[in-house]
């Protein structure tokens, strides 16, 4: 079933994941520090490049299935018009309620 966005334990979490879902460029940069950095797979990647190809122009959604217990780390069923849809793991440092660096990959 899954947990619903509105669900995850992390505020600054629930931010990225309710943004990411909505397809909302601008909760989504809200949700993130000045700075905030990435990983796709191990390998750093530039933020606005990924997202906007990942996310925003490719309808991205992320299903969550069950997150770290201490809200910072998810697993769930992401999907977007590229790729179709895969298991993937999401693990984010927050700071000052905000997220700095979230690092993805194939579950």
Do not use: C
Request: aromatic letters at 8%; charged letters at 25%; a negative charge.
């Amino acid at each position: 079933m899954g947990i619903a966005p509105d669900k995850l334990t992390d505020p600054a979490v629930r931010a990225f994941v309710a943004a990411l879902n909505a397809g909302d460029r601008d909760a989504f940069a809200a949700a993130l520090t000045p700075g905030a950095t990435m990983s796709d797979d191990g390998s750093d990647r530039d933020v606005a490049d990924w997202t906007e190809r990942e996310i925003f122009s490719s309808g991205g959604h992320m299903d969550v299935v069950s997150q770290t217990g201490d809200g910072l780390g998810l697993v769930a069923d992401y999907r977007n018009d590229t790729w179709g849809e895969m298991r993937t793991a999401w693990r984010f440092t927050v700071d000052g309620g905000k997220v700095s660096r979230f690092e993805t990959g194939q579950a």
